[in-house]
T-cell receptor, first 111, second 116 residues
Framework: AQRVTQPEKLLSVFKGAPVELKCNYS??????LFWYVQYSRQRLQLLLR??SRESIKGFTADLNKGETSFHLKKPFAQEEDSAMYYC?????????????FGAGTRLAVHP | GAGVSQTPSNKVTEKGKYVELRCDPI?????LYWYRQSLGQGPEFLIY????????DSGLPNDRFFAVRPEGSVSTLKIQRTERGDSAVYLC??????????????FGEGSRLTVL
């Protein structure tokens, strides 16, 4: 069955430190993976997607099919990065693209 | 409107009551999703609409939950005989099948349901 696992509920770092939010997935087909972010009192929104190979707000994520991982990284964390981060997997099922989420990791960046 | 709109933002009800949650998607978006987010969890898929029809309702937890989208725009999630375990934030999201990569959903702010 398809699954997304985020092993850390909370990641606490100091400003300027590197950040890595872990995400592992389970899917037998060719995965399409995303990171969504929810800042305090804001709605859930797309941060980045692996097929675009983009860097958004200094964050990058590389799909590693061998390790079935899609970890989110940023070399120097900023206080404004504090938020809930959700890894998500989309797969084709029943004629449409279904999106499932991991449980999320709260990133807290301290001054 | 500019984004997905959900009402009410907060709903407190008593066990056994009936509740309706409304979602107004982005204009022109044909796909609409409902998710439920319990405390400390990620969004959990409930139901997906493409146009007026429910293409996938496999995530609805039981027959007390029902959703409609009669004109292919606004959707209503209906919960009968509410239970305390139904307490959660109910999220609605929409997307356009044209020109949008799969998985890019636009979310509303959610309806927080509390069942006493």
């Amino acid at each position: 069955a398809q699954r997304v696992t985020q092993p850390e509920k909370l990641l606490s770092v100091f400003k300027g430190a590197p950040v890595e939010l872990k995400c592992n997935y389970s899917y037998s087909g060719s995965p399409e993976l995303f990171w969504y972010v929810q800042y305090s009192r804001q709605r859930l929104q797309l941060l980045l997607r692996h097929i675009s190979r983009e860097s958004i707000k200094g964050f990058t994520a590389d799909l590693n099919k061998g390790e079935t991982s899609f970890h989110l990284k940023k070399p120097f964390a900023q206080e404004e990065d504090s938020a809930m981060y959700y890894c998500a997997l989309t797969f084709f099922s029943g004629g449409y693209n279904k999106l499932i989420f991991g449980a999320g990791t709260r990133l807290a960046v301290h001054p | 409107g500019a984004g997905v709109s959900q009402t009410p933002s907060n709903k407190v009800t008593e066990k056994g009551k009936y509740v309706e949650l409304r979602c107004d998607p982005i204009s022109g978006h044909t796909a609409l999703y409902w998710y439920r987010q319990s405390l400390g969890q990620g969004p959990e898929f409930l139901i997906y609409f493409q146009g007026t029809g429910a293409a996938d309702d496999s995530g609805l937890p039981n027959d007390r939950f029902f959703a409609v989208r009669p004109e292919g725009s606004v959707s209503t999630l209906k919960i009968q005989r509410t239970e305390r375990g139904d307490s959660a934030v109910y999220l609605c999201a929409s997307s356009s099948r044209q020109g949008i990569l799969p998985g890019e959903l636009f979310f509303g702010e959610g309806s927080r349901l509390t069942v006493l």
